[in-house]
């Protein structure tokens, strides 16, 4: 094995690139879209002229190009700021647009993933969404209800999804449903719906604990009609599609818990220094410097984990397992690093202005989506005892 930490060039511009659009972009604002749960459209739409809605979709279907280590790095710049606008990068990215560009037809690409890879479609925003969960289908997600129908040339769709982010702002859903109930996880196939489809309903939009100008909502299918050609793979390859598409979203996710953390961390570096208290600033008190000891550890085992996971990926290696524990890792020590950075900033890290309680807020869902803490637990804990 060869080893290598160093950063390309093009890898180093692409941090660059996001930092400065995390700081000059997202900062604005980024407190009242929060309390507004207002969905952070115009960032959205600056990302893909970035290139990163698609940023590692091939240039043949008008993505960047990129590796995902690159991916990595950018998820963890910008949601350092704002966790609400690299959620929505992230589905984009490793749910939708992967998925399609490895197991769509060419017509599917040609019409869907080169606009969805670049944000855009006649100059509006163009995005997509993954819709698994159900009501009674999170991580149980093989018990899925939503049912497509066979109808020759088409399928009728018709069931409830739930908590899909992107769920409003999205033009393009992917949509796992049962097409032969009698045969489970093996009766599960994926469809593209088109959100303005007659008898496609959005429902009410989630007001969330954190990442609240994502645009969370229930998706309603009543007697849809989806074309056959709109079908991804053979009947029965959508749990497989589902599985195979998460595994890379758990990378995205990774990265975005690693960048909450090292956003919080970095604001505590900053704050322990210029905060007195007994006569010194607070981070020459070994209490605060232990905090920001182990922080700043745990935060490189888990950069280490996702840079892992994301090399297996782009080596054509199997990187289930080690997504699954770049996201089990990176979004505990999110959680654990925003509690922390709230500590540290005492009084100052309750009220909003300091940011801390926004990340501490946004931790929180990086150990429930796209798999839980306990998945990502029953995945790896599998995988060691099969
Ligand atoms: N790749 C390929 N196939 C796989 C697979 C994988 N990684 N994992 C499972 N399968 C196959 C299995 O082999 C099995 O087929 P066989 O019977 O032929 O062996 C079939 O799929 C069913 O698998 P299991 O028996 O393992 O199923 P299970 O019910 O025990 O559940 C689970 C497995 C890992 C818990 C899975 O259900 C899971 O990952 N749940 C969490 C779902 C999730 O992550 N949801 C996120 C929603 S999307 C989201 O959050 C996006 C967002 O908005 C940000």
Redesign the pocket.
């Known amino acids: 094995m060869s080893m290598n930490f160093q950063l390309s060039e093009e890898q180093k511009m692409i941090v660059q690139a996001a930092r400065d659009f995390a700081r000059n972009q997202c900062m604005p604002g980024v407190i009242e879209r929060d309390e507004a749960q207002r969905f952070p459209r115009e960032q959205i739409s600056q990302l893909a002229d970035l290139g990163f809605m698609g940023l590692m979709v091939s240039p043949e279907y008008g993505g960047a190009g990129m590796d995902t280590i690159s991916y990595v790095l950018a998820m963890e710049e910008i949601s350092k700021v704002d966790a609400s606008v690299s ?1 929505c990068m ?2 984009n990215n490793s ?1 939708v647009c992967w998925g399609l560009e490895e197991y769509g037809t060419d017509e599917q690409k040609a019409r869907y993933l080169t606009p969805l890879a670049q944000g855009k479609k006649d100059g509006e925003l163009y995005i997509g ?2 819709l ?2 159900e009501p009674e289908a ?5 018990s899925q209800r939503t049912i497509a129908e066979d109808k020759g040339d088409h399928y009728i769709l018709n069931g409830t999804k739930n ?3 992107n769920g409003n702002s999205a033009s393009v859903y992917l949509v796992m449903a049962q097409t032969d109930p009698a045969k489970g ?2 009766g599960i196939s994926t469809f593209i719906v088109e959100k303005n489809w007659p008898g496609v309903t959005v429902g009410a939009k989630e007001n969330k604990m954190g990442i609240r100008a994502s645009d ?1 909502h229930s998706i309603l299918f009543n007697d849809v009609r989806v074309p056959k050609e709109n079908r991804i793979g053979v009947e029965g390859f959508g ?2 599609f ?3 598409t ?2 890379g ?1 758990r990378i995205g ?1 990774a990265a975005q818990a690693l960048g909450i953390a090292s956003g919080a961390y970095e604001l505590s570096v900053r704050y322990a220094k210029e905060r007195k208290a007994f006569g010194t600033a607070i981070a020459h008190h070994q209490a605060i410097q232990f905090k920001l000891a182990d922080m700043a550890t745990r935060i490189e085992a888990a950069r280490l984990l996702c840079f892992k996971a994301a090399w297996e990926k782009d080596n054509g290696q199997d990187y ?1 397992l080690s997504s699954s524990m770049a996201k089990l890792y990176a979004s505990e020590v999110a959680m654990w690093a925003a509690t922390e950075a709230v500590q540290i900033h005492g009084g100052y890290g309750y009220v909003k202005e300091y940011h801390v309680e926004r990340l501490m807020r946004d931790a929180k869902i990086t150990q429930i ?4 803490s306990e ?1 990502q637990r ?2 790896i804990g ?1 995988h060691i005892t099969k």
Request: hydrophobic fraction near 50%.
């Open positions: 959620v992230s589905v749910l969404a993954f698994l969960s999170g991580s149980d997600a093989t908590w899909i982010t996880p093996k969370t749990f497989t589902a599985m195979k998460l595994a979203g996710i289930t989506y796209e798999g839980t998945v029953i995945v599998r």
